[in-house]
């Protein structure tokens, strides 16, 4: 619940809030993160905003932990080409943002490494917009940053290092389903 | 061996489904994915342990236990109103047991699949490996229903919900000496109920 009112607080300080309006909601679905998508289009602009709340599914998904970290990504993004076929409108875009939140990260120990993780973020992928009101986004991220942990060892002590995970999983696609308004 | 079988047996169905298909049989290739909590589990073993003992458990309830699944499917439409798929993937059945499906599965729409988006059900069944191997004899099957959406002409998505049931001989875990070893095993068997809920996109 803290994290949808930071979201919302994050989207209202927004300094062009009066010309934002929200164009689409959608649904992320990929091996590393799951969650909800908010897009946003300012008037007269090429780009947009992608707001995400997302559940990090890092172990999750090979069976190793069953509870997943959690995380929130923005990201700016800016349409580069476009291409109209019969069925569809494809848009390539590409952007940078950032994302913060509470996830493991890759380890060679054996123990599970839980901490915060503050990152820069790096997006491109394509826009597939649809007659009907649901459109579907196919991109791949990279995430530049640093996870803050306890010590896998020394419980008292703490560990900071780059976050690994953010760029060993770039390779995984995100498809996210939206609904558009 | 076994596999090699179950592949062709399912290739000869896809290509007589062809065959007796009145009109043009349209092919589709896509994917589907989802949540599929465990809700039930019913686990019966008998096995000896390391120093010779006699040990039978046996437990069953309602059991929550998260999972998912991610599947890729290929297969046909043969008229209107009815589509069969072959589809394969990773899934999560229980607590530290994933398998490789390999299900066959027939979908009835009630309104024509070609004329725009209509409710189905849907059902289906087949084998799972597990770590590469069909030593487990684990079976799955399941039932339900969903909306299919045409995002355009060749392309759909689809909202599923379905129970599924799974059977299966998975090693039982000794909490003494760990992972039980099949040649210490006389008999084990488990059942397992799962609700799922997940996204098709067909092309």
């Not at chain 1, 947009?48 to 995380?71: Q, R, T």
């Not at chain 1, 120990?109 to 839980?114: A, G, M, R, T």
């Not at chain 2, 349209?26 to 039930?40: A, I, K, V």
Request: aromatic fraction near 14%; hydrophobic fraction near 40%.
């Amino acid at each position: 619940m803290h994290l949808i009112l930071v979201l919302l607080a994050f989207l209202a300080a927004n300094p062009a809030a009066g010309q934002v309006r929200i164009a689409r909601i959608g649904i992320v679905n990929s091996l590393k993160d799951m969650g909800l998508a908010v897009q946003t289009v300012e008037n007269g602009s090429t780009g947009f905003n992608s707001y995400s709340l997302l559940i990090n599914m890092d172990g999750v998904i090979n069976g190793e932990e069953s509870w997943p970290g959690a995380k929130m990504h923005w990201c700016h993004q800016e349409i580069i080409a476009s291409r109209d076929f019969e069925d569809f409108h494809c848009f390539f875009y590409f952007g940078g943002g950032a994302s913060g939140g509470f996830v493991r990260d890759f380890s060679t120990l054996q123990h599970s490494n839980p901490g915060m993780m503050a990152s820069m973020t790096a997006d491109a992928g394509v826009l597939l917009r649809y007659r009907g009101n649901i459109d579907i986004a196919l991109d791949w991220y990279a995430e530049i940053g640093m996870h803050l942990r306890k010590d896998e060892n020394y419980v008292d002590k703490y560990n900071l290092s780059w976050y690994a995970n953010g760029l060993l999983h770039c390779w995984m696609p995100c498809l996210t389903i939206y609904c558009k308004f | 061996m076994r596999l090699k079988h179950l592949l062709v047996s399912i290739a000869s169905v896809l290509i007589s489904l062809q065959a007796f298909a009145a009109g043009p049989v349209r092919m589709r290739l896509g994917t589907d994915w989802g949540y599929s909590p465990q809700l039930f589990q019913s686990f019966v073993s008998t096995y000896y342990t390391r120093i010779g003992y006699r040990v039978t458990e046996q437990s069953r309830g309602f059991d929550y236990y998260t999972n998912g699944y991610l599947l890729f499917g290929f297969g046909c439409e043969v008229n209107r109103r009815c589509a069969f798929y072959v589809k394969t993937g990773y899934m999560g059945l229980f607590e530290d047991f994933r398998v490789m499906p390999i299900l066959c599965e027939a979908q009835y729409f009630f309104n024509g699949s070609k004329e725009g988006d209509c409710p189905f059900v849907m059902l289906n069944g087949g084998v799972a490996l597990n770590s590469g191997s069909f030593i487990d004899n684990t079976i799955l099957a399941s039932l339900g229903g969903g909306y299919r959406h045409y995002l355009s002409g060749t392309t759909s998505l689809d909202i599923v919900a379905r129970i599924q049931a799974s059977n299966c001989t998975p090693q039982p875990y000794d909490k003494y000496d760990g992972l039980v070893p099949r040649s210490r095993i006389i008999f084990s068997n488990a059942h397992q109920f799962a609700l799922s809920l997940g996204l098709s996109l067909y092309f």
